[in-house]
């Protein structure tokens, strides 16, 4: 039995890629599981799927997120807040934003925050001059563009999480990337059909399924005592060393501060 009770979990898959503990259906952990997936009809088979297990009664919901779409993203944001609160007052008098989002968060602790990274972001670069013009990673769109722009995203996940930890410190919130493992998902069915042939075979041969792709990301949300690992990187639930460039702490505050303005906060 988990020792650590999750009040929510966003799960940000276009299918279930949900963590089981029995292969039933459960989520194992007490959660009550927001599907924040961009394909209605998939996320809302991905609930009946989970409810079909021994714990019907627990909540599973989806909520619309494209995570391409900063609209959608501030959407999603909004309406994830009105469903954990409404109007009115806390029974301790408070104003219910003020109670729930803050002087209620301060006490829920633990909390954690799981960003998935990649060791890929060992091969990224953050090139600031093309993000500022361009507003991305790199210049093109060839394969080797696609290639790298996947790589310096995940280096920026890093990045985040390490700048994140920092902006934390003293706090009771901890915060963690990971490398997940090489997972055989619906990923590949953006490859060109000639690189389908090429590749999925040897995927389903020597990847990992999702259920084995989780259990890093289980280890960061799950295990007691990495508390003060705060800010770091894992990979097969173990903690391992980030390449040079995430763990350059100037990186990550330009990066953080770019990003805002990007994004318009």
Not at 75 to 83: G, P, T
Not at 159 to 175: D, Q
Request: net charge positive; proline share 4%.
């Amino acid at each position: 039995m988990c020792s650590l009770f999750l009040n929510s979990a966003l799960v940000n898959f276009s299918r279930l890629v949900l963590v089981e503990e029995d292969g039933a259906g459960n989520t194992g952990i007490g959660a009550r599981v927001i599907l924040a997936c961009r394909n209605k009809e998939k996320a809302e088979a991905a609930a009946f799927d989970i409810r079909r297990g021994k714990e019907p009664h627990r909540p599973v919901v989806f909520m619309q997120l494209d995570l391409a779409s900063l609209k959608s993203v501030r959407n999603f944001a909004e309406s994830f807040l009105k469903s954990m609160m409404g109007p009115g007052r806390t029974e301790d008098g408070l104003g219910m934003a003020f109670g729930v989002n803050h002087l209620r968060l301060q006490r829920c602790v633990p909390s954690r925050i799981i960003n998935v990274a990649a060791l890929l972001h060992r091969f990224g670069n953050i090139d600031f001059p093309l993000l500022a013009s361009k507003k991305d990673l790199v210049s093109g769109q060839s394969t080797w563009h696609n290639f790298q722009a996947y790589c310096s995203s995940k280096l920026c996940n890093v990045l985040f999480t390490r700048e994140l930890a920092n902006r934390l410190e003293g706090s009771a919130v901890s915060c963690y990337s990971l490398h997940p493992g090489v997972v055989y998902t619906e990923l590949c069915r953006s490859l060109s059909p000639w690189l389908q042939i090429l590749i999925v075979p040897f995927a389903k041969l020597l990847f990992l399924d999702p259920e084995g792709g989780s259990q890093t990301t289980l280890h960061c949300a799950l295990q007691e005592g990495i508390e003060p690992l705060s800010g770091r990187y894992f990979s097969n639930c173990a903690l391992q060393q980030v390449g040079a460039k995430g763990r350059d702490d100037a990186l990550a505050k330009k990066l953080w501060e770019v990003s805002e303005r990007l994004s318009g906060l």
